[in-house]
């Protein structure tokens, strides 16, 4: 089965600083997404991006947050200036337009566990 | 808003044993249901689903109905496997969404032992 694809698994880095969390979505897909999961926590939606812009947000992804499709594979999540509470495993997923099939579905990379210090 | 409730884990149980975990749902409308899984060190792999009230998805033994009535998309496995020890989620897509934003739950996770 196809895979979405995140670099790097762990991601360590001080307050303060940028970090770029990487994907590879599927390569036919067109919807691309970012979820967290804070430790014991639920999974949360950030943000989703079709037609090289975001489609839909939430209210987590206030100004420390951007997206990115740089080339035509990579999808990438920033974080301007880290804080502590950014600390969460951060899914990729992407999938294709909702009803181009009826049996899509959204596919997760495993995730860039990010730790802030 | 939209909101999804299960079971606290973490659950064990031994082989062939019976498994239920609870999800509860808040939505207007008919949201469509989902269970995810995630094995460890991968990343969270669509279980099951239903899209309408009474559906009944299914899928490697495991089953959930869509129920309407009481706001429930309880996951239910006869006879589990250790290959089955993974965190199981919940969610809920908002009717007419064209897009995948999930509401979660928290996580439930499942430990089976031989």
């Known amino acids: 089965e196809p895979e979405v694809t995140q670099t790097p698994s762990h991601q360590v880095t001080q307050m303060g600083q940028e970090v770029i969390l990487r994907c590879v979505p599927i390569s036919n897909h067109l919807y691309f997404y970012w979820y967290r999961q804070i430790l014991g926590q639920k999974v949360e939606f950030l943000v989703s991006?079709?037609?090289?812009?975001?489609?839909?947000k939430s209210e987590i992804f206030d100004d420390q947050f951007s997206v990115e499709r740089p080339d035509g594979s990579n999808f990438t999540l920033k974080i301007r200036s880290t804080k502590l509470e950014d600390s969460a495993m951060y899914f990729c997923?992407?999938?294709?337009?909702?009803?181009?099939?009826?049996?899509?579905?959204?596919?997760f990379g495993s995730g860039t566990q990010l730790s802030v210090l | 808003g939209n909101s999804v409730t299960q079971m606290e884990g973490p659950v064990t149980l031994s082989e062939e044993a019976f498994l239920t975990i609870n999800c509860t749902y808040t939505?207007?409308?008919?949201?469509?249901l989902f269970w995810y899984v995630q094995y460890p060190g991968e990343g969270l792999q669509l279980l099951l689903k239903a899209t309408k009230a009474d559906d009944k998805g299914s899928n490697k033994g495991f089953e959930a109905t869509y129920r309407k009535e009481t706001t429930s998309f309880h996951l239910e496995k006869g006879s589990v496997q250790v290959s089955d020890s993974a965190v199981y989620f919940c969610?809920?897509?908002?009717?007419?969404?064209?897009?995948?934003?999930?509401?979660f739950g928290k996580g439930t996770k499942l430990s089976v032992i031989p």
């Open positions: 939505a207007t409308g008919y949201p469509s």
């Open positions: 991006f079709y037609n090289n812009e975001i489609s839909e």
């Open positions: 969610a809920l897509r908002p009717s007419g969404a064209g897009s995948y934003q999930l509401t």
């Open positions: 997923a992407s999938t294709l337009p909702f009803g181009v099939t009826t049996n899509e579905k959204l596919f």
